[in-house]
C-alpha cells in the first residue's frame, strides 16, 4: 500500500469543512482516556479497563445498532492484568447516536493520524466539488452507511467500532469518481518509503482492492483489528453519491453567466 502526502489537484475556496473534521477529531482524541494518560496511582491495565468503558458508552457497537437496544453491561476495573470486570452501565446509550459519536473517536495516535492524513489529502477537493454543507452532510452520511453495513454483517458482535475510517473511505471514493487522473505523491513502503507521482486510480484503486482483499476474510481480523469491510461500504457509497448527484465545478461560471460572457 501507499501513503499518500500530497496531489496536484488546487481548490478553488478554502476547504473549512474539511479542517474544521480534521480539528474535531483532534480534540476530541485529546479527551479519550489513551491520549490523557492514567490518573494519578492508576495501574495500566486499570486505565485500560477506564478507555474500554469509555468506548462502550460512546463508540458504535454492531449488535446494538442491529437490535437499537444497548447492552446491558460494559466494563468496569479491571481483573489482572489483562481483562475488565463486567457491570452494569450507569448511563442511556442512543445507538443511533453512537455512530456519529464513534466517526470522531480513534483507538490510538496512528490511527488517528493516518485517517486524517487521507482527510486532508483528498477532502478539501470532494468539499470543492460538492460544496461545504453538502460535503459535510455526505461525509456524515458515508460514515452511517459504513457502520451499518458492518453491524448487519456481523449482527452478534459486540466489538466497539471507532474511527472516522468508513467517512474517510467515502471521501476517497467520491475522489476517485471525480479526479480519476489527479496526480497524488505517495511513500512507497516497499521502495524504503520513495516518493511517487502516481494517478489518483492507481493510489485509490489499489487501496480499495486490499480492503476488498482482507474484507474477504474475518471482516474484523483479531489480528488488526480493522473493520475492513465498512471501508469497502464506505468507498462504493461515496463513488455511487458522486454518480448520482451533480458536483459543482468552481473553475467554470454558472451556464447563464457563460452566456453573459459571450455576449
Known amino acids: 500500500m501507499v501513503i499518500p502526502i500530497h496531489d496536484d489537484n488546487p481548490v478553488h475556496r478554502r ?10 477529531n483532534v480534540v476530541v482524541f485529546f479527551v479519550e482516556p489513551i491520549a490523557r494518560g492514567p490518573l494519578a496511582g492508576e495501574t495500566p491495565a486499570a486505565q485500560a479497563c477506564r478507555q474500554e468503558a469509555f468506548f462502550r458508552e460512546y463508540a458504535a457497537i454492531p449488535k446494538e445498532l442491529v437490535t437499537n437496544d444497548p447492552l446491558d453491561v460494559t466494563a468496569g476495573g479491571p481483573v ?60 456524515l452520511a458515508w460514515g452511517y452507511v459504513a457502520t ?22 467515502g471521501v476517497l471514493g467520491a475522489y476517485l469518481r471525480v479526479f480519476p487522473r489527479a496526480r497524488v505523491t505517495s511513500l512507497v513502503p516497499f521502495l524504503l518509503f520513495f516518493p511517487l507521482r502516481l494517478p489518483a486510480w492507481v493510489v485509490l484503486g489499489t487501496w480499495f482492492l486490499l480492503q476488498w482483499v482482507y474484507s474477504q476474510g474475518a471482516g474484523l481480523t483479531e489480528g488488526s483489528g480493522v473493520a475492513y469491510l465498512a471501508h469497502v461500504a464506505g468507498f462504493v457509497a461515496g463513488l455511487l453519491t458522486l454518480l448520482v448527484i451533480r458536483t459543482y465545478d468552481p473553475r467554470r461560471p454558472p451556464r447563464r453567466m457563460r452566456g453573459r460572457l459571450m455576449t
Do not use: Q
Request: net charge neutral; with cysteine; charged share 15%.
Open 15 to 24: 476547504p473549512w469543512v474539511t479542517y474544521l473534521l480534521i480539528l474535531v
Open 80 to 139: 489482572g492484568e489483562d481483562s475488565c470486570r463486567v457491570v452494569k452501565p450507569d448511563y442511556d446509550k442512543v445507538p443511533v447516536l453512537s455512530v456519529l459519536f464513534a466517526m470522531f473517536l480513534h483507538g490510538g495516535l496512528l490511527h488517528l493520524l493516518g485517517n486524517m492524513l487521507f482527510l486532508f489529502v483528498f477532502g478539501n477537493n470532494v468539499e470543492d466539488r460538492l460544496g461545504r454543507l453538502r460535503f459535510l452532510l455526505c461525509y
Open 148 to 169: 451499518y453495513v458492518f453491524a448487519f454483517s456481523f449482527r452478534d458482535s459486540t466489538t466497539v467500532l471507532v474511527g472516522a475510517s468508513g467517512a474517510v473511505a
